[in-house]
């Protein structure tokens, strides 16, 4: 069972250079999530979608973008990558219901911006 | 907004030691609460959650009951083991999202 499976699981990015990570899940969940983990600051919500076709922002949007084709694909762009933007990124995602008791994550992108 | 803020860490405890992790959170309604454990290198993993007032979670010795006249999901292990050094996570659920508080790092020496 592949479960959240994140690619790549490791970049290493120029100042201004852009790429997309690919956060997919077979498991035909409705809602899917990216976060962004930063030593002492916990896991900050970035962008999330409750369906296909459909995205919001989180805590912490700027300076990223998300698409949600597909339900079982969902992409976080960055367009012009900052060092600020260095972090480990999770993707997860869930069915609908409302305890938030069925929470599957991705294994992670490390991500560095030099 | 919903938060979640939990004690500041290192935590280090000798083995076999009794282990409290504080967590406090402060929401508009009545959320669901978890606690996640990141091991070094790895993702989150699940530990153990309670989805209403009073209810216990536990899983592989750690405990946590949700206190709602506290506002409180406290993390309890009565005898820690090495293996158990991670960076524990509190979490709520309401809204469709999961807030996590800061992380506190646990170091078990032998």
């Known amino acids: 069972n592949a479960g959240v499976t994140q690619t790549p699981k490791f970049r290493v990015l120029k100042t201004g250079q852009s790429m997309t990570l690919l956060c997919a899940q077979d498991?035909?969940?409705?809602?899917m999530y990216w976060y962004r983990q930063d030593p002492g600051m916990g896991l900050r919500l970035i962008h999330y979608?409750?369906?296909?076709?459909?995205?919001a922002k989180g805590e912490v949007p700027d300076g990223y973008n998300v698409s949600r084709l597909k339900k079982q694909n969902f992409l976080l762009g960055l367009e012009s990558a900052a060092p600020s933007q260095t972090s480990v990124y999770f993707c997860?995602?869930?069915?609908?219901?409302?305890?938030?008791?069925?929470?599957?994550f991705g294994e992670g992108s490390w991500l560095t911006v030099v | 907004g919903n938060s979640v803020t939990q004690m500041e860490g290192p935590v280090t405890l000798s083995e076999e030691a009794f282990l409290t992790i504080n967590c406090t959170y402060t929401?508009?309604?009545?959320?669901?609460l978890f606690w996640y454990v990141q091991y070094p290198g790895e993702g989150l993993q699940l530990l153990l959650k309670?989805?209403?007032?009073?209810d216990k979670g536990s899983n592989k010795g750690f405990e946590a009951t949700y206190r709602k006249e506290t506002t409180s999901f406290h993390l309890e292990k009565g005898s820690v083991q090495v293996s158990d050094s991670a960076v524990y996570f509190c979490?709520?659920?309401?809204?469709?999202?999961?807030?996590f508080g800061a992380g506190t790092i646990l170091r078990v020496k032998s």
């Open positions: 929401a508009t309604g009545y959320p669901s």
């Open positions: 498991m035909n969940h409705e809602y």
């Open positions: 979490a709520l659920f309401y809204g469709n999202k999961l807030v």
């Open positions: 979608s409750v369906g296909e076709g459909t995205t």
């Open positions: 309670a989805t209403k007032a009073d």
């Open positions: 997860a995602s869930r069915p609908p219901g409302r305890n938030g008791n069925t929470i599957y």
